[in-house]
């Protein structure tokens, strides 16, 4: 392409436009679908890693090996926070230049998830402050940060028709419900191995599609 | 090959079309970023977008971020309609169904 491109046909055959045509398409669902597979490997990551930290370091856990929990929880806390925050500047670069419809969409649903993971916890402040055990606690923060991702990813399933998305959601809102029975620390433990490695196999699903399109 | 829409039968119409389809209907692409992502150079691309939006294809949208000024582009529903008559039709010239 160069600066004097002609205005008019420059001799394209049928084949040639349909190639450009699908080139083109092609490259640009890749280019707004780059960050979904960086998304699950991110949160993956921190759930798997945080969750097991967690498990290894409650009071009493069968865990060979032995974290302090002054190490454990400011891990947990610092990969968390940092997976919302590589999803959240991720998902904004993705969609810079982009005004409309997806944009509105986009950012409220990044508000969702702040303003929920925002609600859970103040919520579980209060349980706290209303004398809830050590275990009742862990047992409602493990399950109700994963039921609020179900009910997310099943948003997302609406809004972008994704099937994977409702796979991992009915995985984690199933490790939601059914964890809570293993008590603590078991359930933090369950929940490292049910959601995080669901959400590492969404990532390499997500980035064979991408390979595919 | 007459009757292929000569507004949008020429390699870098094609691609900003076919970009611009690509997006979600209600969406809008900044000039910047369809610039980056078509890899053309400013002047070209103004150049091939001045002739789509004559033919009443694209939508401009001249508008302001902050105190600068930023154009953002759609594809119009006739310069939609266009985009599916045209590759309806190199189906057709490629022996599939129209």
């Known amino acids: 392409m160069t600066e004097n491109d002609d205005l008019e046909s420059d001799g394209l055959t049928p084949e040639q436009s349909l190639a450009l045509i699908q080139g083109e398409t092609r490259s640009m669902k890749r280019l707004f679908g780059v960050q979904v597979p960086v998304y699950y490997f991110v ?13 290894a370091a409650w009071p009493g856990s069968p865990s060979p090996v032995a ?34 419809t997806s944009d509105f969409v986009g950012t409220v649903y990044g508000i969702s998830w702040a303003l929920l993971g925002g609600a859970v916890g103040t919520i579980g402040y209060a349980l706290i402050r209303a004398g809830s055990s050590d275990a009742a606690v862990a047992i409602y923060y493990t399950s109700a940060y994963a039921l609020l991702v179900g009910a997310m990813y099943l948003a ?7 099937v994977d998305q409702l796979v991992i959601a009915i995985v984690m809102i199933v490790a939601a419900a059914v964890t809570g029975f293993f008590g603590a620390p078991g359930n933090m433990l369950a929940m490292a191995l049910i959601a995080g490695p669901a959400l590492l196999l969404g990532g390499v699903i997500a980035l064979a599609r991408l390979r595919r399109m | ?55 009443g294809y694209v939508d401009v949208d001249k508008t302001f971020q902050g105190r600068s000024p930023v154009t953002y582009l759609s594809l119009s529903q ?6 599916e008559d045209y590759t309806a039709r190199l189906r057709a010239l490629l022996g599939g169904t129209p």
């Open chain 2, 78 to 83: 006739a310069g939609r309609r266009a985009f």
């Open chain 1, 67 to 100: 974290v302090p929990l002054a190490v454990a929880a400011p891990v947990f806390a610092a990969l968390i926070l940092g997976a919302a925050v590589a999803s959240a500047v991720v998902g904004v670069r993705s969609n810079r230049g982009i005004k409309g």
């Open chain 1, 156 to 162: 997302g399933t609406m809004l972008w028709r994704s």
């Open chain 1, 43 to 55: 949160w993956g990551g921190a759930w798997l890693v945080g969750y097991l930290l967690l498990w």
């Open chain 2, 1 to 55: 090959m007459d009757e292929l829409d000569p507004v949008i039968h020429a390699s870098a119409r094609l691609r900003i079309t076919a970009a611009l389809a690509a997006l979600d209907a209600g969406d809008r692409i900044s000039f910047p970023r369809l610039q980056g992502l078509l890899a053309m150079t400013a002047g070209n691309l103004s150049t091939h977008l001045r002739k789509l939006e004559d033919a």
